[in-house]
């Protein structure tokens, strides 16, 4: 058995940021990650806001100005404007700073700093079981292997192993989780100039479609949806194929590109897990639920969470401090911006069982006030009542 002072599960975001604070102050620190390459493949719209639009979108977070920063080399698009489309292919149109990144070039980016902050990074190992006492059991190609850590951050995404080893799950797997699934298109005849969003059941029920510019004549064209409001027997597959054909979809110029990729992934769309922390455990990132329910957007949450959890740790193991201030931390920083996010799901649920409902609801909400809503935040005049339904979300 192999000790450290730190083991992290998961080079995501979030687990790699983490790592990379605690070994800079000396701490022995191990990432696991049961890819063999970090960010390969990549499960991810790639759509980044910008330090300044974070800013505005999290006020209480100052650390993402700074956090998520990308370097150059790693955008592959700057955008301004976000169109949303109703179901009957109304436009609504509201800016949103923002860069389209290569997922997995940024994934490398932040692991490599971990690494060269002192981490160690076993890739290739699946983590099977975590003990009460932080033992750690590792699937390798010579077989199981066991660590002990005094702090274990789980942050292998919406399944994970840590989280339940807590006894943390989502009771819902049907509602609380959306399928995504998506296309890498290149040679698109049409220019694509900003991302879309696009609603309705025939698109994504339960969610919605998106085209991500990765360049003028290339995009992510993909969907999260969930499972409860599928049609039955309709595959994700089929949902995707009618996406890229449909006419109404920049004019079916889709369907001629070239596709080069098609990956899946999962994406928690029930709000935070109830608690994040134990004595001796936290989960970061998806593990943990950090993820905005109305958007499904989740980097610049799990760059906070990371660097909140290596704070705390660091303070936990030289001072003694309880992990408990983790959750105090996130919920103080981005807290508002989570319950606000699952608070308008809760309520586009209603809309979404019906088109025309949806197409209503998004006619009266009009632009000025669907910025609002995918931003994370009460429409402004009802953002007095924040306070009061982070609570009550808090406590659902």
Known sequence: MTEYDVIIVGAGPAGSVTAGQVASQGLRTLIIERRREVGVPVQCGEFLPTPREMASMFPKCPRLQSISRVPSDITTYPTSEMILFSPRFDEYHFPLEANVIDRALFDKHLAAKAVDSGAELLLGTRVVAKTADN????????????????VVIGA??????????????YPDAKSDISQS?????????????????????????????????????????????RRSYMDSGKSLGAYLQHLVRNKNILGGCLKDGKIIARVGASIPVGGPLKRTFSDNTMLVGDAAGHVMASNGGGIPTALAAGSIAGEVTIAHLENGSPLSMYESAWKQEFGAQLYASLAILRVADLMMMSDSLTDVAMRITGSRYLEDVIKCRLPRPLSFLTPLLRRIMEYL
């Open 156 to 169: 292998d995404g919406p399944h994970s192993i840590i989280a339940r080893s807590l006894g943390f799950s």
């Open 135 to 150: 033992r750690v059991f590792a699937r390798t190609k010579t077989g199981i292997k066991e660590f002990r850590a005094r």
């Open 181 to 225: 699934l998506q296309y890498v298109i290149e040679d698109i005849r049409e220019p694509i100039v900003e991302p879309m969003m696009f609603f309705g059941h025939q698109v994504a029920p339960g969610g919605y479609a998106w085209v991500i510019p990765k360049s003028r004549h290339s995009a992510n064209v993909g969907f999260g949806l």
